[in-house]
């Protein structure tokens, strides 16, 4: 007999390793990460405001299908990139946005406990979207990730935190139950972890309009996100279309808080360029394309 979880739906998905959700969504992921491409914009648009060596060494985590990659890749055209992901098939999408040559790699590695030998060099640019919330201790992993920053090197994520999806948890509230959702750390704990390095995180409000509760799962799954948070036994059918009319009810409407933090290690200055247009910093609508 096959073990089943509860998920951040309430459905019932197979138990296995959490990067095989995201494999399985690898080819439909874009068409169902709605916000997803807003937040990696505008996290490239924040590295870009300042200057990384002709040839910086890139470390992204969790690239997924190369959402950040693609924002940055044609900026940074002599970079030597590592793109990480516990995602085989991701990976490879990832892979195909990066500018050719020999000297950028892909490697499956779990990027909260980054496997890397003596002997590796440090990176200039260490940066991850929408990836770090996977993290079993977010705030720790961060800090992990730090270690491997050269000199004046940069740290910048883009990360869910305390407060995203608070609409989903609502309706299960409004019936008294407790939505199955990832516990998103806080803004504070990921400033804290960066001790040692200079800079600091602002959060910016991501919303979401959907036709209805359906539409909602239905991009959750599709993107992926459906790794169990723990063992709870899956909501039944019926309990589940009232969350979801308690939803529809509430305006069917989703919100992530992101917080965007940006951090470099004292050493070689890094002087800025100049800023970004506005409207590439300008708040993102209600509704993403």
Same mark, same amino acid.
């Given at each position: 007999?096959?073990?089943?979880?509860?998920?951040?739906?309430?459905?019932? *998905?197979?138990?296995?390793?959490?990067?095989?959700?995201?494999?399985?969504?690898? /080819?439909?992921?874009?068409?169902?990460?709605?916000?997803?491409?807003?937040?990696?914009?505008?996290?490239?648009?924040?590295?870009?405001?300042?200057?990384?060596?002709?040839?910086?060494?890139?470390?992204?985590?969790?690239?997924?299908?190369?959402?950040?990659?693609?924002?940055?890749?044609?900026?940074?055209?002599?970079?030597?990139?590592?793109?990480?992901?516990?995602?085989?098939?991701?990976?490879?999408?990832?892979?195909?946005?990066?500018?050719?040559?020999?000297?950028?790699?892909?490697?499956?590695?779990?990027?909260?406990?980054?496997?890397?030998?003596?002997?590796?060099?440090?990176?200039?640019?260490?940066?991850?979207?929408?990836?770090?919330?996977?993290?079993?201790?977010?705030?720790?992993?961060?800090?992990?990730?730090?270690?491997?920053?050269?000199?004046?090197?940069?740290?910048?994520?883009?990360?869910?935190?305390?407060?995203?999806?608070? *609409?989903?948890?609502?309706?299960?509230?409004?019936?008294?139950?407790?939505?199955?959702?990832?516990?998103?750390?806080?803004?504070?704990?990921?400033?804290?972890?960066?001790?040692?390095?200079?800079?600091?995180?602002? @959060? /910016?409000?991501?919303?979401?309009?959907?036709?209805?509760? /359906? *539409?909602?799962?239905?991009?959750?799954?599709?993107?992926?996100?459906?790794?169990?948070?723990?063992?709870?036994?899956?909501?039944?059918?019926?309990?589940?279309?009232?969350?979801?009319?308690?939803?529809?009810?509430?305006?069917?409407?989703?919100?992530?808080?992101?917080?965007?933090?940006?951090?470099?290690?004292?050493?070689?200055?890094?002087?800025?360029?100049?800023?970004?247009?506005?409207?590439?910093?300008?708040? @993102?609508?209600?509704?993403?394309?």
């Amino acid at each position: 007999m096959s073990t089943h979880h509860t998920n951040p739906t309430g459905h019932s *998905e197979p138990a296995g390793q959490p990067w095989q959700c995201f494999d399985r969504a690898a /080819r439909g992921y874009e068409r169902h990460a709605r916000v997803q491409p807003a937040i990696a914009r505008h996290l490239a648009a924040l590295i870009r405001t300042h200057a990384l060596p002709r040839q910086a060494r890139i470390l992204e985590i969790g690239c997924g299908t190369g959402l950040l990659t693609q924002a940055l890749a044609s900026h940074y055209p002599m970079a030597r990139w590592l793109l990480t992901d516990l995602s085989p098939t991701m990976l490879e999408q990832a892979r195909r946005k990066l500018p050719p040559g020999e000297h950028n790699q892909c490697r499956v590695m779990d990027g909260e406990h980054p496997a890397f030998p003596p002997s590796q060099p440090r990176f200039d640019l260490i940066c991850s979207s929408m990836a770090l919330q996977w993290f079993r201790h977010p705030a720790e992993g961060l800090a992990r990730l730090a270690r491997w920053l050269a000199p004046g090197g940069m740290l910048a994520v883009a990360v869910p935190t305390m407060g995203s999806l608070a *609409e989903w948890r609502q309706a299960h509230t409004a019936l008294c139950l407790a939505a199955d959702t990832l516990a998103f750390p806080a803004a504070e704990q990921l400033q804290a972890a960066a001790a040692g390095l200079e800079g600091a995180c602002s @959060t /910016r409000s991501y919303t979401d309009q959907y036709r209805n509760a /359906r *539409e909602f799962l239905l991009g959750l799954k599709g993107a992926g996100a459906t790794t169990p948070q723990t063992h709870r036994r899956p909501l039944g059918a019926g309990t589940l279309r009232a969350v979801c009319r308690e939803f529809d009810r509430q305006g069917a409407r989703c919100t992530y808080q992101v917080t965007f933090g940006l951090w470099h290690r004292p050493g070689a200055p890094m002087k800025p360029q100049h800023p970004p247009c506005a409207s590439r910093l300008a708040p @993102t609508p209600d509704r993403q394309p």
